[in-house]
């Protein structure tokens, strides 16, 4: 059956659970349900998504073209629910980047959120925990944590550090760590190990390297044997 | 300048060792490479111009602005191997960022940098805080006519009667205070809860940073990667030391304490950080940045005498400058790093002692309006000693006032003309110049090149106050009329 129905720059808010869904196209033709720019992928038990956004102040659907549901359609309405609730149970625990969290603080702050990232440089102990410093993309972000996971890399020059899932409490300015903005984390777990990262000697550089200092130690020879004659 | 650019050359040999000792063996290599490059091109200077007997003032301070230039593209060799920039422009651009102490970075991966690269990072304001041409006549510079060297760097002031006799206090000085910084950031590192070797480590490099108020730091997070109040009150205290002028430094050491108290750079500061940090507390109220007053007073008088001292230490990130605290907030740090530190030390901007002399010299020509204009004034100010102050003097100061204040308008201009709005692009054109190194964000590796062209020269002449700029200005014209 030849009909479409196409949702376009919906934008399904729910503010309680934090979730939003953001230029994502929903769109049925024939008798399919596609979805469009919207990528889903699985984590845990294989589902993620990204790039689409869960908002939550109004619910409000513009559908365009067609502009009605088929009502007929039982299948395509079941569908459709499913893809919404699907989005909502796996959007609420989408990963964050640093950007999201600074350009709109107001909205994160104080909720729970989930990055992913590396672990750079080292621990800090502190009186009731730790901090671990997690690369989340876009920046590092500070996660303080009461139990330290057992890390076995920090992200530095000869190592790439261990990937972390964390879910926890995002705060802007955090009173409790003197206005810093950070993450206190609920959960955190590795998703992969970090590895020891080669430094081979580039054969060019080992050239250059003779070659120069050979002109060098020529040059300073012929300065120190000539220089009176030239300088008169 | 042969002879400025041989004294450089040794200072690859520090990181040499330093790659040597951690096993960075394809950095070594890169430090040969610039080591050897340094001595060529040092070689070849002296072939051309040979070994002079003595300079003239002009020459000094020509000699000297352009071997910042050279040296530039000579430290650049082993940041651009090292793989951390997209081009030789990025590296060029922290190499000045690090000669020039501002402390801006385009370096990308930061924190996969190796001990080195870090070691050559921080060592490089280190040195070139106290000036290379300093470093070059303690150690190598046999002529005579040293002092247009010594002024080419923005240095006026001479501590003792002799110009190689007060480099050497200042670089005695320095060498004890970095033992007793690094001791106590050691100390800190500790105690907020930092492992004994990244407590080392970071705690030197951390000093550096601060005592030559650069603002280079080994994270991306610059002291926010901390989460210690105790880094941030040790930083805090060497950047302060660091922006108080050496004259003042060495009074103290020989025991004239009350010149802290009576001295008109420190009084200009105090006054001054008081007023700044006054515009930024409005701003962040007005704002609502912080909900408790601790994190209000952290925040708010850490980034006043981080900006004032022009040290660009950030306990927050760049973006939220201009998101979470308003154009006030903006505003405020702005006219810190206009300002700037002490003359006579490692900071930059306008300095206090300018800002003194024309604070002093409007209240002075208030006083006189009510006087006959018969009467002969005798306008003097405290600095270590009672200075008569005359109208040379005060011309000099309104030329170099101006000189920084076009060159911050200029940077902002182009950064507006690059599509970026006015405040950022003020903020970012002043913390160039001034040397700061705080950002809100302009800075970065995909910024345009001619901008990253502008900043460099932004902080090349501010850091050189001008002086030399006008003495090269001055040798092409001459040249030119012969």
Known sequence: MKEEVRIQESEFRSQNSGVRIQESEVRSQNSGVRIQESEVRSQNSGVRIQESEFRSQKSEFNILNSGFWILDSGFCILYSVFCILFFIIAGSVHSLCLNDLLSEPKKYDHQTIEVSGEIIGFSIKKKNGWFINVDIGGGVIGVFTKELPKIKHYGKYKEKGDVVRVQGVFYNTCKEHRGETDLHSQSIEIIKRGKTIPHPIKKANIIAAITLSFLAILLVLFYRRFSGKITG | ?482
């Open chain 2, 1 to 482: 300048m042969g002879i400025m650019i041989r004294g450089f050359a040794f200072f690859f040999l520090i990181p040499l060792i330093v790659s040597l000792c951690f096993h960075e063996f394809s950095e070594a290599i890169n430090f040969i490479i610039a080591f050897a490059s340094s001595i060529i091109v040092a070689y070849l200077f002296l072939f051309i111009s040979g070994e002079p007997e003595e300079l003239s003032f002009r020459s000094g301070m020509v000699i000297v602005s352009l071997s910042w230039i050279v040296a530039m593209f000579l430290g650049a060799i082993p940041l651009y191997l090292s793989g951390h920039f997209s081009s030789y422009l990025d590296a060029c651009f922290d190499s000045m960022s690090g000669l020039a102490t501002v402390g801006l970075t385009i370096l990308q991966d930061l924190d996969h940098t190796s001990m080195s690269i870090n070691m050559w990072r921080f060592l490089v304001p280190y040195i070139c805080g106290q000036g290379i041409a300093v470093i070059t006549i303690v150690f190598l510079a046999r002529t005579a006519g040293v002092y247009g060297m010594y002024t080419g760097e923005g240095r006026e002031e001479k501590i003792l009667p002799n110009i190689t006799h007060t480099v050497r206090i200042i670089w005695k000085v320095s060498l004890i205070y970095l033992v007793v910084g690094v001791s106590i950031l050691f100390a800190l590192g500790i105690k907020s809860g930092i492992s004994p070797f990244y407590s080392f480590w970071h705690g030197l490099w951390l000093y550096m940073s601060s005592w030559a108020t650069c603002g280079f730091t080994p994270q991306s997070t610059s002291v926010l990667f901390y989460h210690s109040q105790w880094i941030e009150l040790g930083t805090t205290i060497a950047l302060v030391i660091g922006a108080m002028n050496f004259s003042l430094h060495y009074a103290l050491w020989s025991g004239k304490r009350l010149e802290l108290f009576r001295d008109i750079e420190i009084r200009t500061f105090l006054l001054t950080f008081i007023t700044i940090f006054s515009i930024l507390c409005i701003g962040l109220i007005k704002e609502g940045a912080y909900p408790d007053l601790l994190s209000f007073f952290s925040k708010a008088i850490y980034h006043t005498l981080s900006a004032h001292a022009t040290a660009g230490f950030a306990t927050i990130y760049s973006g939220q400058f201009v998101s979470q605290w308003g154009e006030l907030g903006m505003l405020a740090l702005i006219i810190g790093m206009w300002i700037g530190g002490c003359a006579g030390s490692t900071a930059g901007g306008v300095k206090c002692l300018r800002m003194g002399i024309f604070f002093s010299d409007f209240w002075q020509n208030i006083r006189q309006i009510g006087l006959p204009t018969t009467a002969v004034f005798q306008h003097k100010l405290r600095h270590i000693q009672d200075i008569v102050i005359n109208d040379r003097m005060i011309r000099s100061a309104v030329l170099i006032f101006l000189s920084f204040t076009i060159t911050y308008l200029l940077g902002a201009i182009i950064g507006v003309i690059y599509g970026y709005p006015f405040v950022p692009s003020l903020f970012e054109s002043v913390s160039t110049a001034s040397g700061t190194g705080l950002s809100v964000g302009i800075t970065s590796k995909d910024m345009p090149p001619a901008m990253k062209v502008v900043y460099i020269l932004e902080m090349w002449a501010g850091r050189l106050e001008f002086i030399s700029i006008f003495a090269i200005l001055n040798f092409i014209i001459t040249r030119g009329k012969r």
